[in-house]
């Protein structure tokens, strides 16, 4: 009965995870949710505000395995949350002496907030893990093709040279800052919501701060100075993270597809039998992992303005905010580890061709490295007059089929300073690389 494409039995291989649809799905939504209602319980008693005998069967009751499923849905179509049947059922499992005491002093969106941070923070577990993967890859990269001369471009047409190990180091960077952001922003992220009707506890008296942070302590989150049930920045920070993070990986996959163009051939993803084929046309190796990569991103940065926009919640609880959240969030989550997933495939497994680069490079006849030949004239003729030898010698071997080399090698303005050896070592793309080692160090030593 799946709708979108993430969540079924085909698609699903190539959209999402299958652990990130265990971390974000609805059954481990009703785990966390019991999880919540344990833990509060566990935390009351150590506070004496409820039996321990009761904490303990509470404990012993919250499983997911004991829901009635359509009793619960039924439930949730009447009230429109699921946590008041949840709760009955739960209280039901756990006995009448012990059911009695559950769900103590707390409210619907306490339990719903806090069980989804207790999703986020396994699902950016996830995520975390495999961003350190990425970044280890394209570091190899960055490292094994630090000296792989190729075309740099700009507008789609060859520019500079470059090399592949600069161009990994540029892909790798922006992951290593995303790294940096999650680790500043999980703590204003996976924070315990408890605050009853209003967001004042007053149903706990005077024990209402204490039983947060016991309860804090008890989920391992941090406490926040106030309720934030109307406060809906940490999700929509996470949101943001994510559609972030998508547009980083975007980036490469961008790349790769196109150094996978068959006219340029540079990269491609690694191959497999049958990989990116064609039903029609043999010979074909499509970019699939690229394609999956940049749907996926896409499709999750067009969820993130739903939670921007879901934080305007009215007064103390809103009226609507949190189900646009809910149709949002976890999709987002999904979207982006699918994405990862697929950038990993192409990292870990990228096929350079690097004489293939050399070609491409020498396609141009050395006018990639005009610029370096101006430079290297200016100081013998002055700026000028070497921007308008370069420029004649580039109209010249555009007009004739020739290389640059040949051409300035006719010039007497040029031969007059420069023997067959030094007109070589200014058209080699390899001396006109400026910093790019020093850059590729620099970010290697960010990604540790």
Request: contains cysteine; proline residues 5%; charged residues 20%.
């Amino acid at each position: 009965m799946t709708v979108s494409p993430a969540d079924g039995p085909v698609f699903g291989a190539v959209y999402g995870t299958d652990a990130m649809r265990a971390a974000m799905g609805e059954r481990a939504f009703l785990q966390r949710m019991l999880d919540t209602e344990a833990a509060l319980a566990r935390a009351q008693a150590r506070l004496g505000m409820i039996p321990a005998e009761a904490a303990a069967a509470i404990t012993e009751a919250a499983r997911v395995e004991i829901i009635d499923i359509p009793a619960l849905a039924a439930a949730t179509r009447n009230t429109g949350f699921p946590v008041v049947g949840l709760v009955k059922q739960l209280s039901a499992a756990a006995g009448p002496d012990a059911g009695r005491w559950t769900h103590w002093g707390t409210t619907t969106q306490d339990i719903v907030d806090t069980a989804l941070v207790l999703q986020m923070r396994d699902a950016f577990a996830l995520i975390a893990a495999d961003l350190d993967r990425l970044i280890a890859a394209f570091a190899r990269l960055a490292q094994a093709h630090r000296h792989t001369v190729m075309a740099g471009r700009t507008h789609a047409q060859q520019a500079l040279p470059i090399t592949f190990g600069y161009k990994a180091a540029l892909w790798l960077d922006p992951l290593v800052t995303m790294r940096e952001r999650l680790a500043q922003a999980l703590p204003r992220i996976l924070k315990l919501q408890f605050g009853g009707a209003v967001g004042t506890l007053a149903s706990l008296g005077d024990k209402g701060q204490a039983c947060a942070a016991e309860l804090a302590r008890e989920l391992d989150l941090v406490l926040p100075a106030i309720p934030w049930h109307v406060a809906r920045d940490g999700t929509a920070e996470a949101a943001c993270w994510l559609g972030m993070l998508c547009g980083v990986l975007a980036k490469p996959a961008t790349d790769v597809m196109l150094l996978m163009q068959s006219e340029v051939s540079e990269a491609s993803e690694p191959a497999a039998p049958g990989r990116g084929g064609s039903s029609t046309m043999p010979q074909k190796r499509n970019p699939i992992a690229c394609e999956y990569v940049i749907a996926q991103a896409r499709a999750a940065q067009a969820l993130v303005p739903q939670v921007l926009g879901a934080m305007a919640h009215d007064h103390e609880r809103g009226a609507g905010p949190m189900q646009i959240e809910q149709l949002a969030l976890a999709p987002i989550f999904l979207h982006a580890h699918g994405a990862m997933a697929q950038a990993l495939l192409i990292a870990e497994g990228l096929v350079v061709d690097a004489a293939r680069m050399r070609r491409n490079l020498d396609a141009s006849g050395g006018l990639i490295v005009a610029e370096a030949v101006m430079m290297g004239l200016a100081p013998l003729l002055g700026r000028g007059v070497a921007h308008d030898v370069v420029h004649h010698a580039c109209d010249v071997a555009l007009a004739e089929g020739a290389t640059l080399d040949e051409t300035l090698a006719r010039d007497p303005r040029v031969t007059a300073h420069l023997d067959q050896a030094g007109i070589a070592r200014l058209t080699d793309p390899a001396g006109y690389l400026g910093a790019t080692q020093g850059f590729i160090d620099a970010v290697l030593a960010r990604a540790g």
